[in-house]
T-cell receptor, first 116, second 112 residues
């Protein structure tokens, strides 16, 4: 069974440009999470989807970030316009049952975003 | 892959020695904690977890200790191997939907 996949693996863009990150969760997983790690700091929660609905978006930093999960399958995270402080690694995770927490959350390899 | 954060605490361990990685968590109401391992270019990988009604849990070569009084977690790795070189994160589950809050991470470097 394929794990969580993310595309692209690395993106370099200029300040002010737009970037869209994609996450494909494990098939059948209703729960999808986005996290990010800014260099040298901890991994921070961004938001959580249950199927196509946003369950919790309390970690989204500002309105330059837009996450979607149309159809409840893959998800996209768009940053528009990108700023220098958006640089970091964006992780996606999915789980079938969220109640067991970390054991059941499977992480993708991440997308490394560099804003210059 | 992802490069190591410039300000990550680093633990250098000789191969074969035991490693102890420490973590302080923030929420006294958290009831579930996890240790993750992240290798370069990969996402966090589950190592071991512990519920708040326990103070110790053992896995294969790893032990997690929980001290709720001082909100402290530790991960012990026995007989550290080169393949254990990675960044280790502790995390606490903040709600029933699986929202995780991570610690800053510790870089473990295993030397021969």
């Amino acid at each position: 069974e394929a794990g969580v996949t993310q595309f692209p693996s690395h993106s370099v863009i200029e300040k002010g440009q737009t970037v869209t990150l994609r996450c494909d969760p494990i098939s059948g997983h209703d729960n999808l999470y986005w996290y990010r790690r800014v260099m040298g700091k901890e991994i921070k929660f961004l938001l959580h989807f249950v199927k196509e609905s946003k369950q919790d978006e309390s970690g989204m930093p500002n309105n330059r970030f837009l996450a979607e999960r149309t159809g409840g399958t893959y998800s996209t995270l768009k940053v528009q316009p990108a700023e220098l402080e958006d640089s970091g690694v964006y992780f996606c995770a999915s789980s079938q049952d969220p109640n067991w927490g970390g054991r059941e959350q499977y992480f993708g390899p991440g997308t490394r975003l560099t804003v210059t | 892959g992802e490069s190591v954060g410039l300000h990550l605490p680093t633990l250098s361990v000789q191969e074969g020695d035991n490693s102890i990685i420490n973590c302080a968590y923030s929420n006294s109401a958290s009831d579930y904690f996890i240790w993750y391992k992240q290798e370069s270019g990969k996402g966090p990988q589950f190592i071991i977890d512990i519920r708040s009604n326990m103070d110790k849990r053992q896995g294969q070569r790893v032990t997690v200790l929980l001290n709720k009084t001082v909100k402290h977690l530790s991960l012990q790795i026995a007989a550290t191997q080169p393949g254990d070189s990675a960044v280790y994160f502790c995390a606490e589950k903040l709600n029933s939907w699986g929202k995780l809050q991570f610690g800053a991470g510790t870089q473990v470097v295993v030397t021969p």
